[in-house]
T-cell receptor
């Protein structure tokens, strides 16, 4: 099945700094989804991207899907302590099953 | 709001025991999924189902089986639990032909 590699595995930032996590694949992806998992919580859907070069924003979060549909990024501007958690990218297969990246664990230092 | 519930938040079992993890969703979703989550490995798909009595193997089905007798309920079964099955187990559901998955709170299983 499809595989997605996610980097970095961990990221520590000072509150107010920016943060980016990347998701890469060797094959063309039909779509990319992003989920956030707070410490002790479960993954919660953030967004889905399906079009080549697509960019979507949610307040301080910017999501991009590469032109070749082989990579994606999530960028957070001016992080806050509420942004703490693990961010996962995932891509769906023909039966709607998701293949997830290994996640980026974000720590925001006050 | 979609609600996905799992029978236990924490479970401790002994090696060789048969373990049942239950998942129930209340939004009439056709698709249901079982994942395990381990540090550094992300979420890995064990089994999924897109209809009652239907099941498909995911990426790591070995040592597990599933049952879906009713649309709202999807059970994960460990026939003979082993210590390497100690993990967080997450259930999810989605509507047919959609990709967005809704997750339950998870069951942290420890096998001694």
């Amino acid at each position: 099945g499809q595989q997605v590699m996610q980097i970095p595995q961990y990221q520590h930032v000072q509150e107010g700094e920016d943060f980016t996590t990347y998701c890469n694949s060797s094959t063309t992806l039909s779509n990319i989804q992003w989920y956030k998992q707070r410490p002790g919580g479960h993954p919660v859907f953030l967004i889905q991207l399906v079009k080549s070069g697509e960019v979507k924003k949610q307040k301080r979060l910017t999501f991009q899907f590469g032109e070749a549909k082989k990579n994606s990024s999530l960028h957070i501007t001016a992080t806050q302590t509420t942004d703490v958690g693990t961010y996962f990218c995932g891509t769906s297969g023909s039966a709607r099953q998701l293949t997830f990246g290994s996640g980026t664990q974000l720590t925001v230092l006050p | 709001d979609v609600k996905v519930t799992q029978s236990s938040r924490y479970l401790v079992k002994r090696t060789g025991e048969k373990v049942f993890l239950e998942c129930v969703q209340d939004m009439d979703h056709e698709n249901m999924f079982w994942y395990r989550q381990d540090p550094g490995l992300g979420l890995r798909l064990i089994y999924f189902s897109y209809d009652v009595k239907m099941k498909e193997k995911g990426d790591i089905p070995e040592g597990y089986s599933v049952s879906r007798e009713k649309k709202e309920r999807f059970s994960l079964i460990l026939e003979s639990a082993s210590t390497n099955q100690t993990s967080m187990y997450l259930c999810a559901s989605s509507l047919l032909n959609t990709d967005t998955q809704y997750f339950g709170p998870g069951t942290r299983l420890t096998v001694l």
